[in-house]
Protein backbone atom coordinates (compact mmCIF):
# COMPACT_ATOMS: atom_id res chain seq x y z
CA UNK A 1 0.00 0.00 0.00
CA UNK A 2 1.72 3.31 -1.29
CA UNK A 3 1.68 6.21 1.22
CA UNK A 4 0.41 9.62 0.14
CA UNK A 5 2.35 10.72 -2.83
CA UNK A 6 3.07 14.59 -3.57
CA UNK A 7 4.67 15.95 -6.43
CA UNK A 8 6.70 17.60 -7.65
CA UNK A 9 9.19 17.19 -4.63
CA UNK A 10 10.44 20.68 -5.45
CA UNK A 11 9.05 23.56 -7.12
CA UNK A 12 10.25 26.75 -8.24
CA UNK A 13 8.37 29.77 -9.52
CA UNK A 14 9.16 33.90 -9.96
CA UNK A 15 6.97 35.67 -8.16
CA UNK A 16 3.41 36.54 -10.20
CA UNK A 17 3.75 32.79 -11.30
CA UNK A 18 1.17 30.19 -10.46
CA UNK A 19 1.92 27.11 -8.63
CA UNK A 20 0.09 23.84 -8.49
CA UNK A 21 0.94 21.49 -5.59
CA UNK A 22 -0.45 17.46 -5.86
CA UNK A 23 -1.51 15.08 -3.49
CA UNK A 24 -2.45 11.42 -4.23
CA UNK A 25 -3.89 10.30 -0.83
CA UNK A 26 -3.07 6.37 0.55
CA UNK A 27 -5.77 4.18 -0.97
CA UNK A 28 -8.82 3.54 0.46
CA UNK A 29 -8.30 7.42 2.21
CA UNK A 30 -11.17 10.23 0.97
CA UNK A 31 -10.01 13.05 3.78
CA UNK A 32 -7.47 14.80 2.86
CA UNK A 33 -5.35 17.93 4.41
CA UNK A 34 -2.97 20.53 3.68
CA UNK A 35 -0.79 22.25 5.96
CA UNK A 36 2.22 24.68 5.27
CA UNK A 37 5.53 25.13 7.40
CA UNK A 38 7.18 28.12 7.49
CA UNK A 39 11.37 27.70 7.61
CA UNK A 40 12.35 26.98 11.44
CA UNK A 41 8.41 26.99 12.32
CA UNK A 42 5.75 24.60 12.93
CA UNK A 43 3.50 23.43 10.84
CA UNK A 44 0.06 25.38 10.31
CA UNK A 45 -3.12 23.67 9.07
CA UNK A 46 -4.11 25.15 5.72
CA UNK A 47 -7.75 22.99 4.64
CA UNK A 48 -9.20 19.50 5.45
CA UNK A 49 -11.39 18.57 1.92
CA UNK A 50 -13.38 15.24 1.53
CA UNK A 51 -13.92 14.08 -1.88
CA UNK A 52 -15.41 16.87 -3.87
CA UNK A 53 -16.21 19.45 -0.59
CA UNK A 54 -14.14 21.59 1.05
CA UNK A 55 -15.05 20.51 4.98
CA UNK A 56 -12.76 23.51 6.58
CA UNK A 57 -10.60 26.02 5.40
CA UNK A 58 -10.29 28.36 7.93
CA UNK A 59 -6.59 27.89 7.74
CA UNK A 60 -6.37 28.98 4.08
CA UNK A 61 -5.01 32.94 3.12
CA UNK A 62 -8.11 34.95 1.68
CA UNK A 63 -6.96 35.46 -1.01
CA UNK A 64 -4.57 33.46 -3.92
CA UNK A 65 -5.13 29.83 -2.45
CA UNK A 66 -7.36 27.47 -3.62
CA UNK A 67 -8.00 23.54 -2.80
CA UNK A 68 -10.15 21.22 -4.81
CA UNK A 69 -10.03 17.62 -4.21
CA UNK A 70 -12.06 16.58 -7.56
CA UNK A 71 -14.15 13.11 -7.71
CA UNK A 72 -11.22 11.35 -9.68
CA UNK A 73 -7.37 12.48 -9.30
CA UNK A 74 -5.39 13.66 -6.89
CA UNK A 75 -6.27 16.61 -4.60
CA UNK A 76 -4.73 19.75 -5.91
CA UNK A 77 -3.36 23.00 -3.71
CA UNK A 78 -3.37 26.31 -6.32
CA UNK A 79 -1.71 29.96 -5.32
CA UNK A 80 -1.97 32.33 -7.87
CA UNK A 81 0.46 34.89 -8.26
CA UNK A 82 2.89 33.76 -5.91
CA UNK A 83 4.93 36.27 -3.70
CA UNK A 84 7.92 35.55 -1.74
CA UNK A 85 6.48 34.95 1.71
CA UNK A 86 5.08 31.82 -0.20
CA UNK A 87 8.30 30.09 -0.27
CA UNK A 88 7.71 27.12 2.22
CA UNK A 89 7.12 23.34 2.59
CA UNK A 90 3.86 22.17 2.17
CA UNK A 91 2.66 18.80 3.17
CA UNK A 92 -0.76 16.89 2.12
CA UNK A 93 -1.85 14.39 4.93
CA UNK A 94 -5.00 11.61 4.39
CA UNK A 95 -7.14 9.83 6.58
CA UNK A 96 -9.33 6.91 6.10
CA UNK A 97 -13.35 7.17 6.31
CA UNK A 98 -14.44 7.34 9.95
CA UNK A 99 -14.40 3.49 11.53
CA UNK A 100 -14.97 4.47 15.09
CA UNK A 101 -12.21 5.83 16.11
CA UNK A 102 -10.25 9.29 15.56
CA UNK A 103 -8.53 8.21 12.18
CA UNK A 104 -5.07 9.74 12.21
CA UNK A 105 -3.61 11.22 9.69
CA UNK A 106 -0.65 9.79 7.09
CA UNK A 107 1.58 12.58 5.57
CA UNK A 108 3.48 13.19 2.13
CA UNK A 109 7.19 13.86 1.34
CA UNK A 110 5.98 17.62 0.87
CA UNK A 111 6.43 19.93 -1.29
CA UNK A 112 9.08 22.70 -1.31
CA UNK A 113 7.74 25.59 -3.07
CA UNK A 114 10.55 28.48 -3.37
CA UNK A 115 9.53 31.58 -5.01
CA UNK A 116 12.24 33.41 -6.65
CA UNK B 1 -3.00 27.86 19.30
CA UNK B 2 -1.74 24.28 20.27
CA UNK B 3 -3.68 22.78 22.74
CA UNK B 4 -0.20 21.10 24.14
CA UNK B 5 2.52 22.37 25.56
CA UNK B 6 6.03 20.93 25.80
CA UNK B 7 9.99 21.39 26.83
CA UNK B 8 12.12 23.10 23.33
CA UNK B 9 14.30 20.76 23.26
CA UNK B 10 16.03 17.65 25.27
CA UNK B 11 19.39 15.60 25.02
CA UNK B 12 19.90 11.52 25.12
CA UNK B 13 22.65 9.61 25.26
CA UNK B 14 22.07 7.09 22.82
CA UNK B 15 20.84 3.59 24.05
CA UNK B 16 19.29 5.33 26.97
CA UNK B 17 15.45 5.73 27.33
CA UNK B 18 13.81 9.17 26.07
CA UNK B 19 11.00 10.56 28.09
CA UNK B 20 9.34 13.59 25.96
CA UNK B 21 6.91 14.97 28.25
CA UNK B 22 3.74 17.18 26.84
CA UNK B 23 1.12 18.82 29.36
CA UNK B 24 -2.21 19.45 27.96
CA UNK B 25 -4.62 20.22 30.73
CA UNK B 26 -7.68 21.61 29.01
CA UNK B 27 -8.08 18.32 26.73
CA UNK B 28 -11.21 16.92 26.79
CA UNK B 29 -12.94 13.30 27.31
CA UNK B 30 -13.11 12.82 23.47
CA UNK B 31 -9.81 14.05 22.63
CA UNK B 32 -7.13 11.89 21.88
CA UNK B 33 -3.06 12.25 22.29
CA UNK B 34 -1.05 11.72 19.32
CA UNK B 35 2.82 12.06 18.88
CA UNK B 36 4.35 12.39 15.63
CA UNK B 37 7.75 13.14 14.75
CA UNK B 38 10.13 15.29 11.85
CA UNK B 39 13.06 14.20 10.92
CA UNK B 40 15.04 16.83 9.61
CA UNK B 41 12.08 18.40 7.01
CA UNK B 42 10.62 15.34 6.11
CA UNK B 43 6.95 14.84 6.25
CA UNK B 44 5.36 14.38 10.02
CA UNK B 45 5.87 9.83 11.00
CA UNK B 46 2.90 8.93 13.39
CA UNK B 47 4.38 7.05 16.48
CA UNK B 48 1.57 6.59 18.75
CA UNK B 49 -1.53 7.59 20.02
CA UNK B 50 -4.06 7.00 23.09
CA UNK B 51 -7.10 7.88 24.98
CA UNK B 52 -6.81 6.70 28.55
CA UNK B 53 -4.51 3.71 28.92
CA UNK B 54 -0.99 3.45 28.52
CA UNK B 55 0.23 2.14 25.02
CA UNK B 56 2.83 0.47 23.31
CA UNK B 57 4.18 -0.02 20.03
CA UNK B 58 7.12 -1.34 18.12
CA UNK B 59 8.54 2.36 18.25
CA UNK B 60 7.54 3.91 21.41
CA UNK B 61 5.22 4.11 25.22
CA UNK B 62 3.04 6.20 25.74
CA UNK B 63 1.99 6.77 29.11
CA UNK B 64 -0.90 9.28 29.78
CA UNK B 65 -1.47 10.29 33.60
CA UNK B 66 -4.77 9.00 35.17
CA UNK B 67 -6.51 12.74 34.90
CA UNK B 68 -4.99 12.95 31.30
CA UNK B 69 -3.55 16.60 32.26
CA UNK B 70 -0.56 15.50 31.09
CA UNK B 71 1.86 12.15 29.22
CA UNK B 72 4.94 11.23 28.25
CA UNK B 73 6.16 9.61 25.03
CA UNK B 74 8.95 7.03 25.96
CA UNK B 75 11.64 5.92 23.70
CA UNK B 76 13.45 2.64 25.04
CA UNK B 77 16.22 2.87 23.09
CA UNK B 78 17.70 5.68 21.40
CA UNK B 79 19.42 5.21 18.39
CA UNK B 80 20.90 8.44 16.77
CA UNK B 81 18.48 8.12 13.61
CA UNK B 82 15.57 9.12 16.64
CA UNK B 83 17.09 12.99 16.55
CA UNK B 84 14.10 14.78 15.32
CA UNK B 85 11.32 17.46 16.37
CA UNK B 86 8.54 15.46 18.52
CA UNK B 87 5.13 17.01 18.74
CA UNK B 88 2.56 15.90 21.20
CA UNK B 89 -0.90 16.56 19.83
CA UNK B 90 -4.61 16.73 21.05
CA UNK B 91 -6.93 15.58 18.55
CA UNK B 92 -10.46 13.76 17.67
CA UNK B 93 -12.46 12.83 14.31
CA UNK B 94 -12.84 16.04 12.55
CA UNK B 95 -10.25 18.21 13.98
CA UNK B 96 -7.56 19.62 12.25
CA UNK B 97 -3.85 18.37 13.60
CA UNK B 98 -2.86 21.74 15.43
CA UNK B 99 0.99 21.41 15.61
CA UNK B 100 3.22 23.58 18.51
CA UNK B 101 6.56 24.10 18.08
CA UNK B 102 7.34 20.83 19.60
CA UNK B 103 10.55 19.49 21.80
CA UNK B 104 13.68 18.99 19.45
CA UNK B 105 15.51 15.57 20.67
CA UNK B 106 19.26 15.44 20.10
CA UNK B 107 20.14 11.64 20.94
CA UNK B 108 23.98 12.13 21.19
CA UNK B 109 26.30 9.62 20.98
Known amino acids: NAGVMQNPRHLVRRRGQEARLRCSPM?????VYWYRQLPEEGLKFMVYLQKENIIDESGMPKERFSAEFPKEGPSILRIQQVVRGDSAAYFC??????????????FGPGTRLTVL | DAKTTQPTSMDCAEGRAANLPCNHSTISGNEYVYWYRQIHSQGPQYIIHGLKNNETNEMASLIITEDRKSSTLILPHATLRDTAVYYC??????????FGPGTRLSVLP
Open chain 2, 89 to 98: IVYNYGQNFV
Open chain 1, 93 to 106: ASSPPWSGGPGEQF
Open chain 1, 27 to 31: KGHSH
